[in-house]
Structure formats: C-alpha cells, structure tokens
C-alpha cells in the first residue's frame, strides 16, 4: 500500500513569488490535513480538507490557501511568499476513527520550501 | 483556540534511564495521539488515547491520559539509542473540531550511550 506522497520535495523560492504544493493521501483516506514544521513553532495546524471540504483552518494568513479534489488529492498555495515561510510543509492522511474522531495520521515526507 | 503545552522541551539521558514527557491542554480533549519523529523523518504514529485514565503500553513505553482527559504522559523505560526523536502529543478536542488535531511542540529526546 502507497503512503503519502508529497511533491515537491524540496523547493526554493523568492519574496512575493507564490508555491503550490502536492499531497497524495493513503487510497481510501478521505481527510487530509496540512501542517507547517518550523524548529521554533513546531508542527502548526493549518488546515484539514475532508471530502473536498474544508472542515478546520489554523491561524494563518489568507495567503494560505487549499483545496481537495474528489479523489481526496490535495494542494496548498502559499502566496506572496515572505521569509517566515520558510518552513517543512506536511501532509498527512487519516481515516476518520470510532466516534467522529481522526484517526491515526499518516504523514508525508514533506515538501521543505525555502525563501530568499 | 485550543492549546497543547509539551514539556520539557529537550531531554537529555545516559542510555539506561528513563524518560518522561508530559502534555497538557487548554480544553477537554476528545482523545489524544503520541507521535514520534526522527531526526531528518516524518511524524510516525505511536498510539491513540479514547478514555479517561486510560494507560496503555507498548514494550518499554507507557502511555497515560488523564482522569479529566486534559493531559497525558508518555514514559519510556531504559531508554535505548534507538530512542532518539522528538515525541510529540496531539490532542482534539470535542465540538465541531473534528480533523484538527493540535501538536504540543515536542520533547526531543537525546540518549547517551
């Protein structure tokens, strides 16, 4: 069984210029939540897609954005890139558990996006 | 919002003892997941927490969540090399906040052979 594949692994971009990255979830997982890595701020929420639907959203400008398409593939869009973005970006998968709640994550690799 | 204090932040061991993180959140959690991240890997799954006073274990590790389901420990017993990573509690909480599993920052943990 595949994992979770993300693309692209690694990137680098400048200030003001946008990125958009990919997640592919475990077959027959239908949430897909992404998460910003930083050193100093950890791993922070940013948004959960279920469904096509956007069903939580972190504390994160309108410059990030996200969809999920209907065989549960998803983006991210980061615009106007600033250097506090710099960051490893990662996607992870779950099944929806007993009771409503989210099952085990199966994370990425991650995509780790550098800003200059 | 909801939040998930970690602590401590970096732990260091000589290869033997033990260790212990602790995780506490601001809100009542529906459950609570422990994961563990090696240096230069993802977040891989150790284990799920549902019920209050819930212990479970797996080999050396022990996990706890507590009696009010708003903290929750993870201890490993004579820590191995093999150890080192980051252990990272997420917890959700109930209402409406399904799919948004919020991550303490973490307690890497160091072992010393």
């Known amino acids: 069984k595949a994992g979770v594949t993300q693309t692209p692994r690694y990137l680098i971009k400048t200030r003001g210029q946008q990125v958009t990255l990919s997640c592919s979830p475990i077959s027959g997982h239908r949430s897909v939540s992404w998460y910003q890595q930083t050193p100093g701020q950890g791993l922070q929420f940013l948004f959960e897609?279920?469904?096509?639907?956007?069903?939580n959203k972190g504390n994160f400008p309108g410059r990030f954005s996200g969809r999920q398409f209907s065989n549960s593939r998803s983006e991210m869009n980061v615009s106007t890139l600033e250097l506090g973005d710099s960051a490893l970006y990662l996607c992870a998968s779950s099944l929806v558990a007993g009771g409503s709640m989210t099952g085990e994550l199966f994370f990425g690799e991650g995509s780790r996006l550098t800003v200059l | 919002g909801q939040q998930v204090m970690q602590i401590p932040q970096y732990q260091h061991v000589q290869e033997g003892e033990d260790f212990t993180t602790y995780c506490n959140s601001s809100t009542t959690l529906s459950n609570i997941q422990w994961y563990k991240q090696r240096p230069g890997g993802h977040p891989v799954f150790l284990i799920q927490?549902?019920?209050?006073?819930e212990v479970k274990k797996q080999k050396r590790l022990t996990f706890q969540f507590g009696e009010a389901k708003k903290n929750s420990s993870l201890h490993i017993t004579a820590t191995q090399t093999t150890d080192v990573g980051t252990y990272f509690c997420a917890g959700e909480s109930y209402g409406g906040s399904q799919g948004n599993l919020i991550f303490g920052k973490g307690t890497k943990l160091s072992v010393k052979p």
């Open positions: 927490l549902v019920k209050s006073g």
């Open positions: 897609y279920f469904s096509e639907t956007q069903r």
